[in-house]
């Protein structure tokens, strides 16, 4: 089968650092259990190496999870952030913490907090119970979530110029109309658009597939918002191909391709490229 990989792939510049963070610190303590509290980033084959390489993901309640960890344990803050409450209680309890963090996310937790600390409200365009969103909100009462499937009660906005922000992993695509939705109801919102590079890269590089393309693979996990987002572009703009997400050849390999000629895979930012390469040379060899 003729078959093209999208640019780019492999990890994202938040997701290799958090990666080598927890090596970091399996390589300090050596003698230790190496804790980390939820997806260090979204991709089940992923947790499953690190899990093989001795790191234990806790992936239950936060809270409650933390509050099982003793003074001296090591404990790592994944990629797409967490409540600052969490630090406390790490602090509290004395667990020694490495906080794997994107720069990305960061810089817009610190821009939610300067707006808060100005008194202002905060709008934040976000998924319900995703990491990031959790983390945003997790800053102040007054940051109110713009669920980008059930919208935002906007009686809850007092201030009539919020600041307005968004989670990184969103669809570029659709931003826009929730930022035009929400001009309509505070002109004077100030809106800044917050998708990482890497997933905007990503995103634009779906709608350069050749148009005769019969089959689109997104190679990612279901948790992973930026793969989501991926699969949901390829399926609105390549009507006549079939669009496939899955996590690895194994599942690939269950889906019906017959008749198919050409196909093109791209993948999410959290994707190990060793995946991808496995069902790159499975279609080659059709
Ligand atoms: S997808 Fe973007 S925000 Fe998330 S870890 Fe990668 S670079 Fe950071």
Known sequence: MEVALI??????????????????????????N???????????ILINDLSKEGFITLTGDEFKEIEKLNEGDILIFTAHGHSEKLDKIASDKGLITYDATCFK?????????KEIEANHQVIYIGQSGHKESNAALSVSKNVSLYDTKLLINYHLITDCSPFVINQTTLNFYELKGYHNDILKHFPNARIENEICNATRIRQEAILKIDKDTDLIVIVGHSKSSNSNKLFDIAKANYPQALVVMVNNLEEFKKIDIKNKRKATIGSGA????YIVDEIYKYLLAI
């Open 105 to 113: 996310v960061k810089d817009n937790l610190n821009k939610i907090k």
């Open 7 to 32: 640019k780019p792939q492999g990890f994202c510049s938040g997701v290799t650092r958090a990666i080598k963070l927890a090596k970091q610190a399996k390589e300090e303590h050596p003698d230790k």
């Open 270 to 273: 959290s994707t190990p490229q």
């Open 34 to 44: 190496i804790y980390i509290l939820g997806m260090l980033a979204h991709n089940q």
